[in-house]
């Protein structure tokens, strides 16, 4: 037998703890923002698949065969999609196509930030935008939230505050439509005057659209990249909440000065390109009636998560009615710490996103918690919240008493 | 009109240059790792696209439906492949799906090099592992190569003198199966003596066998990993060069307390899905009939090339007639500087790979440039080589004469 070989001595300094072994999803699956198996559209996958390959197949031999930004279709499809539902004018060449949104985040952090730097950032936000940051000992500051989003009072306040520290905030970033957790929309005079102020400090947008298809009316105001006609700010979308986050595929919109740096930290010789020209091929022909469709089951899918919170949690649990997305952002009682919550439902078999995990401010997330209810059959929401709550009391004693459900 | 933002003043430290506007590939492209259009089975990707989306479409709704590692028949697949390819035995939770090898060589770096650390490489090798040590600031030593790769005298006499100064290697970085750029295969009793070396001094070996799948007789020694059963080795894959370098599907093999280490460092929220799914699906099929008409293929092209390198340079280009791969490695004339002979030479529409670009040593390959041969048909092989000829012989006074052939 050849010897173990001890790893540790070599490590790199600051390297994750090792990953657990997978064992499968829990019964009850309320996070990581996956979508409902009916939105993907599988016939029309197959057939664009076909199609796509049949014609263009054999530039499979080459790496980026239509240009290092990403298939170029695509990126014309997305000028089409960004002008009719976010009033982008941009080109096809201002148009990065990334490997998922996640991607897109990594660039920017790349482009923008190093260790001690300081950014702004909504204090309930994306919770691997703050995993990221914190790896890269970045300081994120939290302006608070309300139900339009960002507070710009605040965050005048905070930029005021450092630039009399002389310290200057890399970037803003922002999920103003459909914001992640608390699903708000931020409506377009706030937009106006958040330009305004960030001109004003010098300080770039990073405006995140990872959700904005999702809205149950699919309407909207125009995006801050639109309305500032690109300039100092960049935005990333995604796919992955409209077709399936297992599609890794996003994408940056920036104007030229930006994206071609951008462009240069992208050393991963291009995004899987089958991925690219299936969307591309599906898109073109079927984007906008699927979405439609796809809010409709979202939608109720989110009454039902609604209404299961109701019988159960009663007047323990408060939530809004978001205008679309996959979550809902729930208060519980002062009283309950969702760290320990996640922990004790895990082991029940309800998984959740606990309120520290999404937010740079532990103390006001303590007693709050995401759920997504996009993939979960309505079946499993009402049993994954019954579940939930009956975790809930045993280990703090809300909400007081049990909803008279079917037991599993 | 919104006035421009400008960046510079917000870029994190050490960004890159900005990226050029692509313009499209060059006429003779003779760079890039490109492979053969005939090396892409569109037919079988189609039915292989078609029957797997139809089974399993509806998980793309989920993140990494089996799991983190990726998809697992696609791992199931390779625990097959590599066993009969490669001798090695392992299981699929010892195999981590990439987004091609380069996020194999990125993660690999981030698991254990850092700012000033030492590695050792063969002193000709892939020039994008190069350029990724460079940017992250690693002292990355060569070691001289011979016909069978890594001359292990020399590598000793490293490891020794480093050893004396009390520097730690963290890896050695090799490519023992069709070395890149040279071809060479490194035979079994060698690789038995650079695992006891490096077992010795406490190294680990990262084995590169991305071209290991192209070989012209199919017969190979066992790789590195198997040898050592794994421990002290890191193994990388791909697909690129079999099936399609658009195709960002690649793999590490590695025992589970590094792997689990890697898994980690993986922060991509997985590797494309239906590229995943359709190479499962391709593979447990076609892979190994596939792999022979490729090699096929491929032979031929690489004996166009060293006929018109000897027609054009005569006895001014040397090379050899390596087993496999993709490429040649050729050494000119000492006077020619192939760094100046690419930039000539892509202004008349042929790209080539500068020696320096491939290697740690620019003395050694200042004269030196490797030409891939995959992708040009056999007319622009040697169409491209003799401009390639000319554009020499103008710059640098050889070829001393031009050989009778068809000007374009």
Redesign the interface.
Known sequence: ?????D?A?????D????????N??PKYNFI?????????P??D??AA??AV??RE?????????T???GYRPLREFLVGKLKSHADIDCTA?EILIT??S??GL?LVN?????KG?TILVEQETYG?AIS?LVKIGVNAIGIPLDDEGLRLDLLKQKLEELQQKGI?P??IYTIPTIQNPTGAIMGEARRAALLKLAAEY?V?IFEDECYSDLIWTNKRPPSLYAM?????VIFIGSFSKS???????GYIVA?W??L??L???K?????????QM?LAEYCSKHFADHVVRSNKLLSSKMQVLREALAEQFGTAAEFGDPPGGIYLWIKLPENVDTMKLAQAALAAGVSINPGPEWSVNPVHSRNRLRLCF??PEPEAIKQGVAVLAEVCRREFGVPLRSANIDKL
Chains 1, 2 share one sequence.
């Open positions: 037998m050849t010897a173990p070989f790893v001595p070599l490590l790199a300094p390297t994750p703890a090792p990953a657990v072994k997978w499968g999803f990581g923002g996956h979508i409902a198996a009916e939105q993907v599988v016939d996958l197959v698949a076909t390959l049949k197949g054999a530039m499979l031999a080459k790496y980026n065969h240009g290092p930004l060449d490997s998922g996640t991607q990594s790349s482009l923008l930030v190093g730097d691997s990221r200057k890399k970037y010098g770039m500032a006609k690109g300039e100092g077709l399936g986050p297992a599609l890794r595929v104007k000065p930006v071609s740096r462009q240069a930290l050393q991963d010789a291009g995004t899987g390109a089958i991925e299936v996009a993939n």
